[in-house]
C-alpha cells in the first residue's frame, strides 16, 4: 500500500496524546521543519505507523499496536505545543 | 446478520498458522522507494576487524546464481506460495568471510535495518536476490536486490539490501526494536517481541 | 484546538443506499455520539467470530450534533474490508466507531478564507460534507469543489452536489471516460486543469485536497507550481495500490 500522512494517526494516537494529535505540532530534529503530525509522511501500515518528516524523510516516531496496546517509540521528533 | 470472516482462512497445510493465501504481491514498505541506479549500488559485508567485502552490481551478477523457488510469509498475515527467485547465495558471498561473530545486521539504502543469527542466512537459507518472476526485481518490491530469507517472515528479507555487519549479539533491527520478534518464524508465529 | 472526546461506540445500521456500482452510503445509529465537524473521520473495526479484528478509517459524510453517522465507502476489488462493507452489510448489524477523529482535515465556519476543494474519487467524501456544513451554516464564504473522477458513473452524490452549485460550484473532471457531449476529453488533471477550475493564489484560499495518494501528491504539487503557500493547502491521504 502506498503511504498515508498523519491525519490516519488521529485515532491510534488519540490515547497517547493529550491533545488532539493531528493538529499537535512537532519538530523534525534531523532537519528542523515545523508542522503539524496531519502533515507528515506515514508508511508502514499495517505492521505499523513509521512517521515521517515531509521535509527530509527522516524517522520522526514510531507507532505499533497489539493485543489492544499501542507503543510509541520516539526517534527524531520535538512535540511542540498545539496550533 | 452478516457475518464478517476477514482474509483468514487457513486450509491449507503449506500455510503457517494465522496466515492466508494472496495471489497479489501487497507492498509494505517502512519509508519511501529509494532509487539506486546499478553504477551506484553495491554490496558489502563488514566483519568485526572492521574487514570489509565489496561487490559491485557487476561484480554481483558475475558470482554464481541460483533460482530459487519459495513460500513467503509476511507477518501482516499474507503468504505467497511458490514464488520464483534469482539471486546469488550468501554462502557464496561469505565463502572469503573471516567472522567469529553469531549475528548479522542488515542494512538497506533508506536506512532500514533488521538483525538475523548468521547460521540461519546460510547453508542454502538466504539469498540477494535481483530478479522475481523472471524479472528484474521491482523496485518497490526492493530492487534492484534485496536480501532472502524465506523461511522468517518476510520484514527479515531486508529491501534495497546494502550490506551486512557481523554483530556479537542479536541487537534489535528497525521493526524488532518496535516490538517484533527479535527472530520471526513463522511456523511458531514469532510475530511480537 | 479543545480536546474532543474519543472513544470507540458501537454503530448500527439504519440506511443503506447504493451511491454507484462500487460504492454505498451507510448511516449508522451511535448512541452517545457527540457530533462531529466537516473532514473528520471513524475508525471502523469489524471483529470476526474467532476474534480476528481488522480496523479501517473512513471520512464521515454527515456533520453536526446528529448521533446517527454517514460514511461512505467504495469496494476495493481485492479488499479486506470495503467490499463487506459494500456488499455484505445489512441494515441491522453492527460496527464498532472510534471517533470524531481529526482536527487538522476539518473545515469550520469560522474560517474566514475562501475554500477550494479538490477530490480524487472517494476522496470526495469529507469535502462533501464540507459543502454540507457550508450550507447548514449559511455561511457567505466562497467554496467551491473540482472533483475528479475516472467516469461519470463514479461519481458519488452527484445530484446533491449538483442541487448546491448555486452556493458550492463543482467543477467535474474525468479521467477515461467523459458524459456524451463534453468539450473536454478524458485525461488527467493538468496544471492547466488546475490553474483554470480553482481558486488563484491571489485570493488567498484555504485548499482542501483528499482522495489516492498519488493524485494528492501530484495536485499538492501542481498547487504549489501555481504560487499556492504550502500552509494553506491541508491534504489527507486515502492510500492505494
Ligand atoms: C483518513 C482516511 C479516510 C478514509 N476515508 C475513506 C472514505 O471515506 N471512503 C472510502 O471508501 N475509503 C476511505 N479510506 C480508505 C479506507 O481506509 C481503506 O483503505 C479502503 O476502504 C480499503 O480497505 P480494504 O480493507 O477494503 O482494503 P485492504 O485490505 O486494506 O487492501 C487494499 C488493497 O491492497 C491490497 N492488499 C493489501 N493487503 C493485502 C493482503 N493481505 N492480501 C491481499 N491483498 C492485499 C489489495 O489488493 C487491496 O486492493 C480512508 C483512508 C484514510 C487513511
Ligand atoms: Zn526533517
Not at chain 2, 64 to 82: F, M, N, Q, R, Y
Not at chain 2, 108 to 126: D, F, H, I, K
Not at chain 3, 83 to 91: G, N, W
Request: glycine residues 10%.
Amino acid at each position: 500500500m502506498q503511504h498515508l500522512d498523519g491525519n490516519v494517526l488521529a485515532g491510534p494516537a488519540s490515547e497517547l496524546f493529550p491533545s488532539e494529535p493531528t493538529t499537535t505540532r512537532g519538530q523534525c530534529l534531523s532537519c528542523s521543519d515545523i508542522a503539524t503530525l496531519a502533515q507528515a509522511m506515514v508508511y508502514g501500515a499495517p505492521m505499523g505507523y513509521v512517521v515521517r518528516c515531509r521535509g527530509c524523510d527522516g524517522v520522526l516516531v514510531v507507532i505499533t499496536e497489539h493485543d489492544g496496546q499501542t507503543t510509541v517509540n520516539m526517534h527524531s521528533l520535538r512535540l511542540l505545543s498545539e496550533l | 446478520m452478516a457475518i464478517f470472516g476477514g482474509r483468514r482462512r487457513n486450509d491449507n497445510p503449506n500455510l503457517p498458522p494465522g496466515q492466508h493465501l494472496t495471489e497479489s504481491f501487497p507492498v509494505l514498505s517502512a519509508g519511501p522507494t529509494p532509487s539506486i541506479s546499478a553504477d551506484d549500488w553495491e554490496f558489502s559485508i563488514r566483519t568485526e576487524g572492521g574487514d570489509i567485502h565489496r561487490w559491485s552490481w557487476q561484480e554481483l551478477l558475475a558470482l554464481p546464481a541460483e533460482d530459487v523457488t519459495v513460500d513467503i510469509h509476511c507477518v501482516t498475515s499474507w503468504s505467497k506460495l511458490g514464488t520464483g527467485w534469482r539471486g546469488v547465495s550468501l554462502d557464496t558471498l561469505f565463502a572469503d568471510v573471516d567472522t567469529g561473530l553469531d549475528y548479522v545486521m542488515a542494512h538497506s539504502y533508506g536506512g532500514y535495518t533488521t538483525n538475523l543469527p548468521l547460521e540461519e542466512v546460510l547453508e542454502g537459507r538466504a539469498w540477494i536476490a535481483y530478479e522475481y518472476d523472471g524479472e528484474p526485481l521491482d523496485p518497490e518490491h526492493g530492487g534492484p536486490a534485496r536480501l532472502l530469507v524465506p523461511h522468517l517472515y518476510f520484514w527479515k528479507s531486508a529491501k534495497w539490501v546494502r550490506g551486512l555487519v557481523m554483530q556479537d549479539d542479536d541487537y534489535p533491527g528497525f521493526w524488532e526494536e518496535n516490538g517484533y520478534h527479535l527472530h520471526g518464524d513463522p511456523w511458531r508465529e514469532e510475530r511480537y517481541a | 484546538m479543545r480536546r474532543p472526546p474519543v472513544g470507540w461506540f458501537t454503530g448500527s445500521l439504519v440506511r443503506a443506499t447504493s451511491l454507484t456500482d462500487s460504492a454505498r452510503s451507510l448511516t449508522f445509529s451511535v448512541p452517545g455520539w457527540p457530533g462531529n465537524l466537516a473532514g473528520q473521520h471513524v475508525d471502523l473495526r469489524l471483529t470476526a467470530s474467532d476474534g480476528y479484528q481488522a480496523t479501517r478509517s473512513y471520512s464521515i459524510a454527515s456533520v453536526g450534533p446528529d448521533t446517527d453517522v454517514e460514511l461512505a465507502v467504495e469496494r476495493l476489488p481485492d479488499g479486506e474490508v470495503s467490499p463487506f462493507l459494500v456488499d455484505d452489510l445489512e441494515v441491522g448489524d453492527s460496527v464498532e466507531l472510534r471517533g470524531p477523529l481529526g482536527g487538522w482535515f476539518v473545515w469550520r465556519p469560522e474560517h474566514p478564507e475562501p475554500v477550494q476543494l479538490i477530490a480524487g474519487g472517494s476522496g470526495v467524501v469529507p469535502l462533501l460534507a464540507m459543502t454540507r456544513a457550508h450550507t447548514d451554516a449559511r455561511s457567505t464564504v466562497p467554496m467551491q469543489l473540482l472533483y475528479s473522477l475516472r467516469t461519470p458513473e463514479d461519481a458519488l452524490y452527484r445530484d446533491e452536489l449538483q442541487q448546491r452549485s448555486s452556493t458550492t460550484p463543482t467543477t467535474w473532471h474525468y479521467t477515461r471516460t467523459v458524459p456524451p457531449g463534453w468539450t473536454r476529453a478524458a485525461g488527467r488533471l493538468t496544471p492547466d486543469d488546475l490553474r483554470s477550475a480553482t481558486l488563484p493564489p491571489e485570493r488567498g484560499p484555504l485548499t482542501f485536497v483528499c482522495g489516492p495518494t498519488g493524485f494528492v501528491e501530484t495536485v499538492a504539487r501542481g498547487l504549489i507550481d501555481l504560487g499556492h503557500q504550502p500552509d494553506s493547502i491541508r491534504t489527507e491521504r486515502f492510500g492505494g495500490i
